[in-house]
């Protein structure tokens, strides 16, 4: 199946600093890309959604100068939490939707990072 | 994206069959239904899609009576692996391309 890689898996950042995050897809193009941040016990919320070549849709109340998203390539796109504080501790999943698939659901997840601000 | 009802949280027991219903009273002509299932600390992996009736797989089976309303994953024979939680999410196939997550259903399967 379909895979969808995340790097770095956990990451420790101190407060200010800004922290990278790429999502690959491995064996398919991926169109679209997801952005998804998650608290303990509580779902997924999207944060934005990215096109190749185009910029980012965030969701509302998602500050699209603090959570930079590029996707650069059909098969990366990349986070970046910018001036990063300890609020944006959390688990980011990114998910890679098949270009050549029609379907809904036809995500595929990575495997998520988790960033601890200090 | 039709909004979508499951119960917060069920336990069983390794060896049952467990069944999880999830409400969409609006669902729309062109929605599909999807389930996904979510280990603690990985990404949601998906399960199961359907539209209507029945369909298996070699992991669960999802029912879907007529009128579209509900559906129910079920899992036959759990073990302790398969606790997690578990997305019910609806959507049309054709217009839908982002993912709204709802809270899920947390299961926790007993020895």
């Known amino acids: 199946g379909a895979v969808v890689s995340q790097h770095p898996s956990r990451v420790i950042c101190k407060s200010g600093t800004s922290v990278k995050i790429e999502c690959r897809s491995l064996?398919?193009?991926?169109?679209?890309m997801f952005w998804y941040r998650q608290f303990p016990k509580k779902s997924l919320m999207l944060m934005a959604t990215s096109n190749e070549g185009s910029k980012a849709t965030y969701e509302q109340g998602v500050e699209k100068d603090k959570f930079l998203i590029n996707h650069a390539s059909l098969t990366l796109s990349t986070l970046t939490v910018t001036s990063a504080h300890p609020e944006d501790s959390s688990f980011y999943i990114c998910?890679?939707?098949?270009?050549?698939?029609?379907?809904?659901?036809?995500?595929?997840f990575g495997p998520g990072t988790r960033l601890t601000v200090t | 994206l039709a909004k979508t009802t499951q119960p917060i949280s069920m336990d069983s027991y390794e060896g049952q069959e467990v069944n999880i219903t999830c409400s969409h009273n609006n669902i729309a002509t062109n929605d599909y239904i999807t389930w996904y299932q979510q280990f603690p600390s990985q990404g949601p992996r998906f399960i199961i899609q359907g539209y209507k009736t029945k369909v298996t797989n070699e992991v669960a089976s999802l029912f879907i009576p007529a009128d579209r309303k509900s559906s129910t994953l079920s899992l036959p024979r759990v073990s302790l692996s398969d606790t997690a939680v578990y997305y019910c999410?609806?959507?049309?196939?054709?217009?839908?391309?982002?993912?709204?997550f709802g809270k899920g259903t947390r299961l926790h399967i007993l020895p």
């Open positions: 064996d398919f193009q991926a169109t679209t």
């Open positions: 998910s890679a939707r098949d270009g050549t698939s029609g379907m809904f659901g036809e995500q595929y």
């Open positions: 999410l609806v959507g049309d196939i054709g217009r839908d391309d982002k993912i709204i």
